[in-house]
């Protein structure tokens, strides 16, 4: 298939979850991709699993010499690229009156500054008519237990979208926000979800999404290639939910 075809795409956080799934569905629709993670093994697997067109770049998105680096490295292999997805984030769920400054401060680094800057050091190698991606969360519009922190840094995305949706509409390049619910990917279990408690968990869940159960990685991918492809080409500064109709309840 080539509904990417000959389109460079970058996307943060894509060595494992939404971001690999989305690679890997790029890849197969034609484009080179390009993952970025923090650990190396799981980048190296993740470039494995996509195949010859992907490269892969370590890094933590919270440092603006990583952003730097991979503008570089994008301009040096490919002199520019089409789609830029700012999909790595963290979350840790916790009342607010537990929340350290240190913690508060981890989830903004990364879920809000580090895709500020990351769009900030790529956007002059985007390409007119190219597409921005950013990984929100239902959090920002659902009230959540525990996710005070972590909602406010995904609701940032929301206004970051919005502001260069106006500010590149002359370069035809679209801003948008994917907000996924509840996803079974490997975040579950560093959110705590031991295997013990999965199939509690996921019931519990059920009883909280319309479609009765959580959503899966390639289900948010396919949402993300919409969204960045032609599919999408009259679609920019929204926030999709793709959350089975969660924020409905």
């Given at each position: ?27 197969a629709?034609?484009?080179?991709v ?8 799981a ?7 996509i195949?010859?067109?992907a ?6 998105v ?20 089409d ?8 979350n840790t ?37 190219g ?42 390049v679209?801003?948008?926000?994917l ?5 079974d ?20 869940m ?13 289900e948010l ?8 492809s ?10 999709l939910?793709?959350d ?6």
């Amino acid at each position: 298939m080539d509904t990417l075809k000959n389109k460079v795409a970058v996307i943060t956080g894509g060595a494992s979850g939404i971001g690999l799934a989305s690679a890997k569905l790029f890849a197969a629709e034609g484009a080179q991709v390009v993952v970025t993670g923090r650990r190396a093994e799981a980048v190296e697997a993740a470039v494995a699993q996509i195949g010859p067109a992907a490269l892969g770049l370590v890094g933590d998105v919270a440092d603006i010499g990583h952003h730097k680096a991979v503008a570089q490295a994008v301009r040096e292999r490919f002199g520019g690229l089409d789609v830029y997805m700012a999909n790595a984030g963290v979350n840790t769920i916790m009342p607010s009156p537990e929340v350290t400054e240190a913690e508060y401060d981890a989830q903004f680094a990364v879920n809000a500054r580090g895709v500020f800057f990351g769009v900030q050091k790529i956007e002059p190698l985007l390409r007119d008519g190219g597409a921005i991606l950013l990984t929100g969360s239902i959090a920002s519009q659902k009230a959540l237990h525990g996710h005070a922190a972590y909602a406010g840094s995904k609701a940032a995305l929301e206004a970051f979208a919005r502001v260069w949706a106006l500010e590149l509409k002359d370069r035809g390049v679209r801003v948008n926000v994917l907000s996924p619910g509840p996803t079974d990917t490997a975040i579950l279990g560093k959110l705590g979800v031991g295997p013990e408690q999965r199939d509690a968990f996921e019931a519990g869940m059920a009883e909280r999404i319309p479609l009765g159960r959580l959503a899966r990685p390639e289900e948010l991918a396919r949402a993300a290639l919409f969204l960045v492809s032609d599919a999408g080409s009259f679609i920019t500064g929204v926030n999709l939910a793709v959350d089975g109709g969660m924020t409905m309840l």
